[in-house]
């Protein structure tokens, strides 16, 4: 799918993580369709490829030439594939980016399976991603990472995933050196696709280059 570009409004691009696929970022689209964006959302073999490969099946994707800005939000290992792109690309347009659930410092539970013989079950996601090598992010790149705190999933049934995490990630696993902005939210790691508030918090960085730390306001 080409990214599209609605009069007005600034052109977001929507990552999936690992296992999933572009379904499950629908309505996360329809969310940021409704903030005023124009999202479309990239789909990438998240087990048969690596991260890397991703990163460079994405640049040619994107249109030549391409908007003035683009923006990406992306969940879990597609924040992975965004830290390859912006790592080796040269001359992409200005645009914010947002994380959700990403293991920036590397993945507790892709560790522990991988110690465990289960590392074919992550596929090439396990090589410069979850454990691998991962380029640092850019200078000049806002990032907005965003976590979740509800522990519901994978992590719940291995031990020794770090407390606060979302059930698959923990909350520190989330922090990346060059950060714009972090915040915590409560969510599982799953569920913060499917969160209106996560949306509008997408929204507020993409516009501001900072989160709604106080929604009330």
Same mark, same amino acid.
């Given at each position: 799918?080409?990214?599209?570009?609605?009069?007005?409004?600034?052109?977001?691009?929507?990552?999936?993580?690992?296992?999933?696929?572009?379904?499950?970022?629908?309505?996360? !689209?329809?969310?940021?369709?409704?903030?005023?964006?124009?999202?479309?959302?990239?789909?990438?073999?998240?087990?048969?490829?690596?991260?890397?490969?991703?990163?460079? !099946?994405?640049?040619?994707?994107?249109?030549?030439?391409?908007?003035?800005?683009?923006?990406?939000?992306?969940?879990?290992?597609?924040?992975?594939?965004?830290?390859?792109?912006?790592?080796?690309?040269?001359?992409?347009?200005?645009?914010?980016?947002?994380?959700?659930?990403?293991?920036?410092?590397?993945?507790?539970?892709?560790?522990?399976?991988?110690?465990?013989?289960?590392?074919?079950?992550?596929?090439? !996601?396990?090589?410069?991603?979850?454990?691998?090598?991962?380029?640092?992010?850019?200078?000049?790149?806002?990032?907005?990472?965003?976590?979740?705190?509800?522990?519901?999933?994978?992590?719940?049934?291995?031990?020794?995933?770090?407390?606060?995490?979302?059930?698959?990630?923990?909350?520190?696993?989330?922090?990346?050196?060059?950060?714009?902005?972090?915040?915590?939210?409560?969510?599982?790691?799953?569920?913060?696709?499917?969160?209106?508030?996560?949306?509008?918090?997408?929204? !507020?960085?993409?516009?501001?280059?900072?989160?709604?730390?106080?929604?009330?306001?």
């Amino acid at each position: 799918m080409p990214v599209a570009v609605l009069k007005g409004a600034e052109p977001v691009i929507l990552l999936h993580g690992l296992y999933f696929g572009a379904r499950w970022l629908r309505f996360l !689209a329809g969310q940021l369709l409704r903030q005023g964006f124009s999202p479309t959302i990239y789909s990438y073999p998240s087990v048969r490829g690596t991260p890397a490969q991703a990163a460079v !099946a994405l640049l040619q994707w994107l249109p030549d030439p391409m908007p003035e800005r683009v923006h990406f939000v992306a969940h879990s290992l597609g924040g992975l594939v965004l830290r390859h792109l912006f790592g080796t690309a040269q001359g992409l347009p200005f645009g914010r980016a947002v994380t959700l659930g990403t293991p920036h410092r590397g993945s507790h539970v892709a560790g522990w399976m991988a110690g465990h013989g289960l590392g074919a079950l992550l596929g090439g !996601a396990n090589r410069t991603g979850l454990t691998g090598p991962v380029p640092e992010w850019p200078e000049g790149r806002e990032l907005g990472s965003l976590a979740g705190s509800v522990s519901l999933g994978l992590g719940r049934l291995l031990p020794g995933l770090p407390e606060p995490n979302d059930g698959t990630v923990a909350v520190a696993e989330t922090r990346i050196r060059g950060m714009s902005d972090h915040i915590i939210l409560p969510v599982t790691h799953t569920g913060m696709l499917f969160s209106r508030e996560v949306a509008a918090q997408c929204a !507020a960085f993409l516009t501001g280059a900072r989160f709604r730390h106080d929604p009330a306001k």
